[in-house]
């Protein structure tokens, strides 16, 4: 699986965008991006996925550059209660392997 | 979405004692679980694998004999961890996979185990 790099922390006024980012540049073509976030003391919580286009849903959008190297997650009104961390993932669609967590991103939106 | 639940959701045992863990899927049949492990300020560690029915699949460095894993059925896997000491003090998180067709993992909400 691609090894994705994400900044370690971000912070983000309440009702503004955050724009989390991830570089992937190892990804392969058949390997989707996964994110993922935790609150604290809870557990991981599916956000979104993509392969190559951009992805909207009730969270949040997703967009992939054209080269697939990296992407940005978009919460686009960030609240208090989206503090958390954030987890890129790379990983075949279809794939039995499970996911495997790097140290993520620490968004901490602010009042 | 599925669910996934964990019970209990915090625990304190005393040194060399042994606590269980249970993890279950609520709404779907889940043939793979996880079980991982987080450090404070720390990421999600995958401790080990378990399908239903057969022996779990172990990382490296966890021992198979302190963390003990169970799947009986598929909505159900276990984790023991026997005679703990205060090092094994975590929070424990199970994840499960739902039957071949689809591979998305669901998470539960994790439990905080405390060795005194």
Not at chain 2, 36 to 43: A, D, E, I, L, V
Not at chain 2, 97 to 112: I, M
């Amino acid at each position: 699986d691609a090894k994705t790099t994400q900044p370690p922390s971000m912070d983000c006024a309440e009702g503004r965008a955050a724009n989390l980012p991830c570089n992937h540049s190892t990804i392969s073509g058949n390997e989707y991006v996964y994110w993922y976030r935790q609150i604290h003391s809870q557990g991981p919580q599916y956000i979104i996925h993509g392969l190559k286009n951009n992805e909207t849903n009730e969270m949040a959008s997703l967009i992939i550059t054209e080269d697939r190297k990296s992407s940005t997650l978009i919460l686009p009104h960030a609240t208090l209660r989206d503090t958390a961390v954030y987890y890129c993932i790379a990983l075949p669609s279809g794939s039995a392997r499970q996911l495997t967590f790097g140290s993520g991103t620490q968004l901490t939106v602010l009042p | 979405g599925a669910v996934v639940s964990q019970h209990p959701s915090r625990v304190i045992c005393k040194s060399g004692t042994s606590v269980k863990i249970e993890c279950r899927s609520l709404d779907f049949q889940a043939t793979t679980m996880f079980w991982y492990r987080q450090f404070p300020k720390k990421s999600l560690m995958l401790m080990a694998t378990s399908n239903e029915g057969s022996k779990a699949t172990y990382e490296q460095g966890v021992e198979k004999d302190k963390f003990l894993i169970n799947h009986a059925s598929l909505t159900l896997s276990t984790l023991t961890v026997t005679s703990a000491h205060p090092e094994d003090s975590s929070f424990y998180i199970c994840s499960a996979r739902a039957a071949v067709g689809s591979y998305e993992q669901y998470f539960g909400p994790g439990t905080r185990l405390t060795v005194t």
